[in-house]
């Protein structure tokens, strides 16, 4: 994603990260201000609404862990880059 932002938008890497941050970080705020918003169906439709939602925000959340607990995106660096919420990028390859 970060790629197809910076070709599109043409930025710079730094700024194509940026970019993206705040998309993700506007499209969480938007799912819990909706997710306060929910209409009522009765008790029992809100019941299994609400597991559903609940289970969305649980992936959401189980993703970003998994990202920095796996070693495909950091290497063994994931608790360090997830501490510091800072990646060094290495440089393009020729």
């Known amino acids: 994603m970060i790629v197809v932002v910076q070709t599109q938008q043409k930025l710079d890497r730094q700024s194509a990260i940026d970019y993206v941050g705040e998309l993700c970080m506007n499209c969480v705020d938007r799912f819990q201000a909706l997710r306060q918003q929910l209409p009522s169906w009765g008790s029992a439709i809100d019941d299994q609404v609400r597991i ?18 796996t070693e495909r ?22």
């Open 73 to 94: 995106y950091f290497g063994k660096a994931g608790p360090d880059v997830r501490k510091a919420l800072s990646v060094d990028l290495l440089p393009r390859r020729k």
């Open 52 to 69: 559903y939602v609940d289970g969305l925000g649980d992936w959401m959340i189980g993703n970003l862990v998994w990202s920095f607990e």
